[in-house]
Nanobody
Framework: QVQLVESGGGLVQAGGSLRLSCAAS????????MAWFRQAPGKEREFVAA????????WYADSVKGRFTISRDNAKNTVYLQMNGLKPEDTAVYSC???????????????WGQGTQVTVSS
């Protein structure tokens, strides 16, 4: 099993930046594909970004491409989401997720964190 704990959320003005972190328990972090999802009030959870086990390949939703960067440090059992150029429409609860197997852009992940709130003011 993997336990995931997010941190780094908060309130930021439009155009600002935040870096989210997701710390994972266990010794097998490097065996999991990692991803970030977000869910805004009244909306379904949506894919944001994902990375392979090594971090060598990444995927992004079109809405965040060029502004967000996913990365991981397997020595620290942590995955990050650097968010630049934030917009009010980025406001949501951001959650990290882990799965065995291939990268997926759907919610078909095995383990989820509790989430961290990101609020972008205009």
């Amino acid at each position: 099993q993997v336990q995931l704990v997010e941190s780094g959320g908060g309130l930021v003005q439009a155009g600002g930046s935040l870096r989210l972190s997701c710390a994972a328990s266990g010794r097998t972090f490097s065996s999991y594909v990692m991803a970030w999802f977000r869910q805004a009030p009244g909306k379904e959870r949506e894919f944001v970004a994902a990375t392979t086990r090594s971090g060598g390949s990444t995927w992004y939703a079109d809405s965040v491409k060029g502004r967000f960067t996913i990365s991981r440090d397997n020595a620290k059992n942590t995955v990050y989401l650097q968010m630049n150029g934030l917009k009010p429409e980025d406001t949501a609860v951001y959650s990290c997720a882990a799965r065995s197997g291939w990268v997926m852009t759907t919610t078909a992940y095995d383990y989820w964190g509790q989430g961290t709130q990101v609020t972008v003011s205009s």
